[in-house]
């Protein structure tokens, strides 16, 4: 159980074009999701926090317009890099929590991560 | 704010041996939650054990177990009889009760000598 996916698992875009990113829960409902960035050998670094139907939170020094999050729905959270540059250039990892009485409602269960590299 | 340090960036072990991560963190909170992950060279965050701060007792994942000293603020990792496949990073995390965010360490890369 607790199955996070994520889609793509690689992606290659010219500079200042969009890129969508989607995180999934197979088997559970999310009502919270979290994107991360993680650059070579270096912890995670969380980027936003998603209620499910809300706006997503993010955290200081984070671009909102740069990174667009929608959660619409509770097994679906999209990150969309915006006008991407090569600096955006990164490993992005979704993380979702299961709803209020569930027994993952503690544990954040990670997806298998999307390579982005900007041309 | 909380804060979560691995003071170990490197460790080896030698296979079917035991090895020791290290983690402390800093806190105010008498009720929190501790986490062990493990991200292989796939780069797949995979929960290897966690640990609620109002349980005493020390959780276990078969070869997997921590040393959680609440006063010393300190939950370390033991594997026991390593394996190749236990290759990794390994990231430190705390979570508040109350809160959703998790608060990583710097993480530790463990390799394994056969």
């Known amino acids: 159980g607790a199955v996070v996916s994520q889609h793509p698992s690689r992606v290659i875009c010219k500079s200042g074009t969009s890129v969508k990113i989607e995180c999934r829960s197979l088997?559970?409902?999310?009502?919270?999701m979290f994107w991360y960035r993680q650059f070579p050998k270096k912890s995670l670094m969380l980027m936003a926090t998603?209620?499910?139907?809300?706006?997503?939170?993010?955290e200081q020094g984070v671009e909102k317009d740069k990174f667009l999050i929608n959660h619409a729905s509770l097994t679906l959270s999209t990150l969309t890099v915006t006008s991407a540059h090569p600096e955006d250039s990164s490993f992005y990892i979704c993380?979702?929590?299961?709803?209020?009485?569930?027994?993952?409602?503690?544990?954040?269960?990670f997806g298998p991560g999307t390579r982005l590299t900007v041309l | 704010a909380q804060t979560v340090t691995q003071s170990q960036p490197e460790m080896s072990v030698q296979e079917a041996e035991t090895v020791t991560l290290s983690c402390t963190y800093d806190?105010?909170?008498?009720?929190?939650?501790l986490f062990w992950y493990k991200q292989p060279p796939s780069r797949q965050m995979i929960l290897v054990i966690r640990q609620e701060a109002y349980k005493q007792q020390n959780a276990t994942e078969n070869r997997f177990s921590v040393n959680f000293q609440k006063a010393a603020k300190s939950f370390s990792l033991k594997i026991s009889d390593s394996q190749l496949g236990d290759a990794a990073m390994y990231f430190c995390?705390?979570?508040?009760?109350?809160?959703?965010?998790?608060?990583f360490g710097q993480g530790t890369r463990l390799t394994i000598n056969p």
């Open positions: 088997d559970f409902q999310a009502t919270t």
């Open positions: 995390a705390y979570r508040s009760k109350g809160a959703q965010k998790l608060v």
């Open positions: 806190t105010s909170e008498s009720d929190y939650y």
């Open positions: 993380s979702a929590t299961e709803g209020a009485g569930g027994p993952s409602t503690d544990t954040q269960y």
């Open positions: 998603s209620n499910e139907g809300s706006k997503a939170t993010y």
